[in-house]
């Protein structure tokens, strides 16, 4: 039996996870103590839409698994049981005021946004067909890998992108990014969104998210907050802020895999956070629910002006005090005494 890439939607709070497993799988949850191990026959699949790929669902709240002890969370979960159809979610994305035919870069927490129908492949279809003919989608489809070469056509995404972006990428006629920072879209402009890009420099204006900018785009954060939003990156790079964290990839230099070392604009990106105050006092955040989870939407040339606003009276206005966390440390190390 080949690898088979599971993928399992935890309840709505919880991340989803995934591993490789051929007859066993270890599940990775936030509520378990040690990940459980469990026969791949006890994993509900309710969506095989894309070749290589199980979309999965653990049977916490199922009575299929004969002795789901070690499954259960210990928290009470508020999941709704109603599964919205494809028709709902295109209302309510009308609602929200997602522009048909636009750009429109989606950050997704899938569990949050469950149940719906059809899974992660009938929020893409909503979100298409909502966008219409001329709309592009795009999602952040990071590895996670930075040992290994990336490969635009197997390397899989990192977990924290989501179970929709890593479904996403693997479809027809959608292109992705050639580097490890890949960004993948669908659409008249995908092509020219996801175009080769510097690895070092991974949300400039020469980047996925930076063509997205300049292309008018709208960026819709769903179950996620603004930690997740990665054109807040482009706004600390337009701003010039000079904080840099040290990263590493694996890239190919005349045919051979070698390290490349830089130095990229990062943190922890918690205070991100601090955009919902600054938008929402100027009424200048759709908010709204998608799926079952909170969505904003924000036009992403709102969120650099706004976030260049404030880094432009600080340039350390998104970093912790140091002392905090170590991402924040690094990159108050990095600047100039
Ligand atoms: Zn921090």
Redesign the pocket.
């Known amino acids: 039996m080949s690898p088979v890439r599971i993928y399992v939607a935890p309840p709505i709070h919880s991340r989803i996870q995934y591993s490789h497993v051929t007859n066993h799988t270890s599940l990775s949850h936030p509520e378990f103590p040690e990940p459980a191990t469990l026969p791949v026959s006890h994993i509900v699949q309710y969506n095989l839409g894309v070749p290589g790929v199980v979309v999965a669902k653990t049977c916490i709240s199922s009575s299929l698994i004969p002795n789901p002890q070690p499954l259960i969370p210990t928290r009470k979960t508020s999941m709704s049981t109603h599964t919205l159809s494809t028709q709902e979610i295109i209302h309510q994305l009308a609602d929200l005021g997602v522009t048909p035919g636009g750009v429109l870069l989606v950050h997704t927490a899938f569990s949050r946004v469950a149940p719906i129908q059809d899974g992660p492949l009938g929020l893409i279809a909503a979100l298409e067909t909502h966008l219409g003919p001329e709309g592009t989608l795009v999602m952040p489809t990071m590895s996670y890998d930075d040992e290994h070469v990336f490969d635009p056509t197997t390397t899989p995404c990192r977990a924290e992108m989501g179970v929709v972006a890593d479904t996403f990428w693997r479809m027809p006629q959608v292109h992705r990014s050639d580097n490890a920072h890949a960004f993948a879209a669908r659409g008249p402009h995908a092509a020219a969104i996801t175009a080769t890009f510097p690895p070092d420099v991974p949300h400039g204006i020469d980047t996925p998210v930076g063509r997205a900018y300049a292309l008018d785009g709208q960026v819709l954060l769903l179950g996620v907050g603004h930690g997740a939003n990665t054109t807040l990156h482009l706004a600390e790079n337009l701003a010039g802020v000079r904080y840099r964290s040290p990263a590493r990839l694996r890239i190919l230099k005349d045919g051979q895999p070698v390290w490349f070392d830089y130095a990229e604009v990062n943190?922890?990106?918690?205070?991100f956070r601090k955009m919902d105050d600054w938008l929402d006092a100027r009424g200048l955040q759709r908010r709204g629910t998608l799926g079952h989870a909170p969505a904003r939407l924000i036009p992403s040339r709102t969120i650099v002006e706004i976030a260049m606003e404030h880094l432009k009276q600080d340039e350390t206005v998104f970093?912790?005090p140091p002392g905090?966390?170590e991402?924040?440390d690094k990159a108050w190390a990095s600047l100039p005494a």
């Open positions: 943190h922890c990106c918690k205070n970093l912790h905090v966390d991402e924040c």
